[in-house]
């Protein structure tokens, strides 16, 4: 009871006053009792919570925003845990899958604070600009499921992609690295184009076969349509420069070139690495077959009525020189695969086909021993290994052939009818089947693992 209520009441009771209660009065005095007693218990909280605050701000501050996100001196960061120190109290480091850093090193990754008038869960992405992936700087994902290989290619030893096709993803090229010799795999974001296995089906939007520069960073996935990334594949873009069908793609010693057709015409294209910067290239084309580039020199087959030849150029694409091949002009202006100080070349002769090196840029050719039976026309996939050694994979083994002697054969469990042999070394090589299975060596050639996709 507040003091002065209680004497009010003490003196009333008081006989000498003899006078009768006044309830109105008294009623009065309660509520203005009451009310100075809520004051002063408002007062006191207030005093408390400022002591609290002031004491808070020379200590550890936090504020708990929601599950995994902490507001700290008024910045928004994701975390590992619901709440996190901002003062003398050590962070648990935030692991940061895509920079692969060390724990020590890595950086906590911050969360980008949506604007008052939109809700995170609900916002829409951005629209996709035109001829570019729809996922430019996504992070690094897992591989697919039931992902399938098309095409490979590698920088090193150790680091190669591969292009491939998933039902999960109808519609969309999927590329995946390896920085561990095929250990492990991780995605990368999808390219907006449709994948197919047969050169005879590409059209202008899709793609079937992948490139990457030694650099790692610049790549192209091609088939029809061209795609360009100079990030190591963190964002991919369609390059629109190139008028017709991107049929070959080879890359080295910082430039690249492209086979081109656009109905019944033939051209051939360059660009630094580095850029997206197409020109054609001054050579005149009829029948091309195939495209071959080292450090050293661009080569390409072609044949014209009753000639089949190679045109080489030792000057990056300004002058060629035309030097005729073994090849049936026929049949075919003939495959090539080359390495630093060789070029070799496969001639169809029907049902099978030759083997034939040169090591003087194509002015002068040998044949190479295949041994017995012959290799298929249709179903072989030559490698240069070396300047003195090829691989030519056929179903279920594959040949290292040198010269007039026999080749070695090594067996190759599993293996279909071949699309691909390539070596990334005198070691280390791949050969890839148009069922979508996957080869290495790491001895040369003389023994073949499956390589799993995972």
Request: with cysteine.
């Amino acid at each position: 009871m507040d003091p002065l209520e209680g004497r009010l009441r003490e003196a009333l009771r008081d006989d000498a006053w003899r006078l009768p209660a006044d309830t109105a009065l008294l009623d009065r005095v309660r509520v203005n009792a009451a009310a100075r007693r809520r004051r002063h218990r408002t007062a006191a909280m207030t005093a408390v919570a400022v002591f609290l605050l002031v004491a808070g701000m020379g200590g550890v501050g936090y504020i708990l925003r929601g599950p995994g996100q902490t507001t700290v001196a008024g910045k928004s960061e994701s975390t590992t845990t619901t709440l996190e120190r901002s003062g003398g109290g050590a962070r648990k480091p935030t692991e940061d899958h895509a920079a692969g850093a060390p724990a020590s090193t890595r950086r906590p990754t911050p969360t980008r604070t949506p604007s008052p008038t939109t809700d995170a869960r609900t916002a829409s992405p951005s629209p996709t600009p035109p001829g570019k992936s729809a996922t430019p700087d996504v992070a690094a994902g897992g591989v697919p499921a039931k992902f399938s290989p098309v095409s490979l290619t590698a920088s090193s030893d150790q680091n190669f992609w591969v292009l491939g096709e998933s039902p999960t993803g109808p519609g969309r090229a999927t590329v995946v690295v390896t920085r561990d010799g095929g250990d492990r795999f991780t995605a990368l974001p999808a390219i907006a184009a449709p994948v197919v296995r047969a050169a005879n089906k590409v059209t202008a939007d899709t793609v079937h076969d992948l490139r990457f520069a030694a650099d790692a960073k610049d790549g192209w996935a091609y088939g029809g349509a061209l795609w360009s990334t100079h990030d190591g594949g963190r964002g991919w873009h369609q390059v629109r420069a190139v008028t017709g069908l991107v049929e070959q793609l080879e890359t080295a010693n910082g430039t690249t070139y492209a086979l081109v057709r656009d109905g019944s015409t033939w051209t051939l294209w360059r660009s630094p690495s580095g850029e997206d910067a197409w020109s054609r290239v001054g050579v005149d084309l009829k029948t091309p077959a195939s495209l071959a580039v080292t450090s050293k020199v661009v080569a390409v087959t072609d044949r014209s009525g009753t000639d089949a030849f190679v045109l080489t150029s030792a000057d990056g694409g300004r002058t060629f020189d035309q030097h005729p091949t073994p090849c049936n002009a026929d049949l075919s202006a003939g495959r090539l695969s080359a390495t630093t100080g060789s070029m070799w070349l496969t001639c169809p002769t029907g049902t099978a086909a030759e083997v034939h090196v040169s090591r003087d840029n194509g002015a002068s050719w040998s044949a190479v021993s295949s041994g017995t039976p012959a290799i298929s026309g249709t179903a072989a996939a030559l490698g240069a290994r070396s300047a003195r050694q090829a691989v030519v994979a056929v179903p279920g083994k594959a040949l290292l052939v040198s010269g007039s002697d026999q080749p070695a054969q090594a067996k190759v469990e599993g293996l279909g009818t071949p699309t691909y042999a390539g070596f990334t070394s005198d070691r280390v090589g791949y050969i890839l089947d148009v069922n979508g299975g996957l080869f290495r060596t790491d001895d040369g050639g003389g023994t073949w693992q499956p390589v799993t996709v995972r």
